[in-house]
């Protein structure tokens, strides 16, 4: 009898520890690879490796992770593009230690990254947070004499494996709008460009979350003149170096002075391709694409913005937006003129119609960058 009990347990199926690791584990969330790490420790050395970190990214699922500026909320939209629907919204758990405010700047590979202010003047510190592991990593600002931040930006440059902040200061002392840039290779922060190109009468959209393109932040602006030029500000991750792109032929109508301040302009990519939307009058909204040899734009469509407010574009051309029922919805370019829809997420009482929404992807990296630095757990 015991003989027959051996030979039925020796015949229990195994799986290999490389099928394992290599094709099981990294289809799991988050959640449950940190629960597996005390599993033994062939496992927990495994899924802490940078190689299986960059695998399990690859199969994780993109998400939209929508903030919430007046409530100062998170939470992970799932889309369905297959049948152009909003499938699921979770809540996020955020604890804003001290109770200071804090914006947005932007989402890579999991990490989320936070602008949190020190005071009125707009100057303050980073803040890396992965919200998979609760983790958060602090990074101070350059040392310097600086009047005001005008504007930040987070980004992951593949072709060196490096994660870079952009820092767009105005210094106090002669009034020159300077670029820094933090590599996570080194630790440290380098001053990269110094200008005064940019006339006193445009400033960068801060804090709006920056578009990243070919390695490069886009930023929109805020034009304190009517008669201001319609200019996209970007700054080269690689070389820190500034940039303006001219939007639309400067006879093009104009929205008063005074109005901008109720609707800023909202930069987009999809595809490799910049584009942004703006309000030529107070009825209507219009996207606008760069053309391929970047001569100029042409405009792929106008809607309504009573009814709907746009908030994101999927890569497949696809428009995440708020309808004024505060209903989440997925369309395409031929639904924008419909007022009416069937399907959505009402987000009454969570989100108001400010919110950012960016790309997000589950994620085992750590927001600790160097190895100087220590990270936190939420």
């Not at 290999?16 to 050395?45: A, G, M, N, Q």
Request: one cysteine or more.
């Amino acid at each position: 009898m015991q003989n027959v009990e051996e030979k039925s347990q020796s015949q229990v199926p195994t799986l290999p520890d490389h099928l394992i690791v290599e094709d099981i584990l990294p289809r799991l969330p988050v959640k449950s690879l940190i629960r597996f790490k005390s599993v033994c420790k062939y496992w927990l050395s495994t899924t802490t490796t940078k190689d299986f970190t960059k695998r399990h990214l690859k199969f994780s699922s993109p998400q939209i992770l929508l903030h919430s500026r007046e409530q100062n909320r998170f939470a992970t939209l799932s889309l369905d593009e297959s049948c152009d629907n909003v499938k699921e919204l979770v809540n996020l758990e955020y604890s804003n230690n001290g109770g200071k405010s804090f914006c947005v700047l932007g989402s890579c590979n999991g990490l989320v990254c936070l602008f949190i202010f020190n005071g009125n003047n707009l100057l303050g510190h980073f803040r890396l947070w992965n919200p998979a592991s609760h983790c958060y990593h602090d990074i101070a600002g350059p040392n310097g004499c600086f009047l005001m931040v005008i504007g930040a930006g987070f980004g992951y440059i593949s072709s060196i494996d490096d994660y870079r902040l952009a820092y767009i200061l105005i210094n106090d002392e002669d009034d020159l709008i300077n670029v820094y840039l933090f590599s996570s290779t080194t630790g440290k922060w380098e001053k990269t460009d110094s200008s005064s190109s940019i006339p006193e009468c445009i400033r960068i959209n801060f804090p709006s979350v920056p578009t990243l393109i070919n390695d490069t932040l886009y930023w929109p602006l805020d034009l304190n003149e009517e008669n201001a030029t319609n200019y996209i500000v970007g700054v080269n991750l690689l070389t820190g170096k500034l940039s303006k792109i001219l939007l639309m032929d400067p006879h093009y109508p104009r929205i008063p002075s005074y109005y901008l301040w109720c609707y800023r302009t909202k930069i987009f990519s999809m595809k490799g391709k910049l584009l942004y939307c703006t309000r030529p009058n107070y009825r209507e909204s219009e996207v606008w694409i760069q053309k391929s040899d970047e001569s100029g734009w042409k405009k792929l469509f106008c809607f309504k913005p009573s009814c709907i407010s746009l908030l994101y574009l999927t890569e497949s051309g696809k428009f995440l937006v708020i309808s004024s029922a505060k209903q989440l919805m997925l369309l395409t370019k031929t639904q924008m003129f419909v007022r009416q829809f069937d399907q959505g997420i009402s987000v009454s009482g969570y989100f108001d119609e400010f919110s950012k929404a960016l790309e997000y992807k589950e994620s085992l990296v750590s927001p600790v960058l160097t190895a100087a630095g220590i990270g936190t757990e939420l």
